[in-house]
Nanobody, 115 residues
Framework: QVQLVESGGGLVQAGGSLRLSCAAS????????MGWYRQAPGKQRELVAS???????NYADSVKGRFAISRTNAWNTLYLQMNSLKPGDSAVYYC?????????WGQGTPVTVSS
């Protein structure tokens, strides 16, 4: 079983930056991808960015050019560098890990961007 713990969220002014981290522990066998999702109040959870076992990345159109996802080689930690933040980026950000047979989620870290 995998445990995911996010950190790095907080309050930032528009135009600022934050770096989210997701520490993974436990069994990390046959990981196919890890990613960041976010959920704003009253909205559905949406994919922000993901990175596959081959290193390919995928970003939501709304964050392309502003956010960057990366990970350590052993899948110990997943990062999300967020630059040029906008009020619309405010949400709870969740870390996600997928294997061939399971999906794991962290507890989330809140991000609030003030205008």
């Amino acid at each position: 079983q995998v445990q995911l713990v996010e950190s790095g969220g907080g309050l930032v002014q528009a135009g600022g930056s934050l770096r989210l981290s997701c520490a993974a522990s436990g069994s990390r066998f046959s990981i196919s991808s890890m990613g960041w999702y976010r959920q704003a109040p009253g909205k559905q959870r949406e994919l922000v960015a993901s990175i596959s076992s081959t290193g390919s990345t995928n970003y939501a159109d709304s964050v392309k050019g502003r956010f960057a996802i990366s990970r350590t080689n052993a899948w110990n930690t997943l990062y999300l560098q967020m630059n040029s933040l906008k009020p619309g980026d405010s949400a709870v950000y969740y870390c996600n890990l997928r294997t061939r047979s399971s999906v794991s989620w962290g507890q989330g870290t809140p991000v609030t961007v003030s205008s």
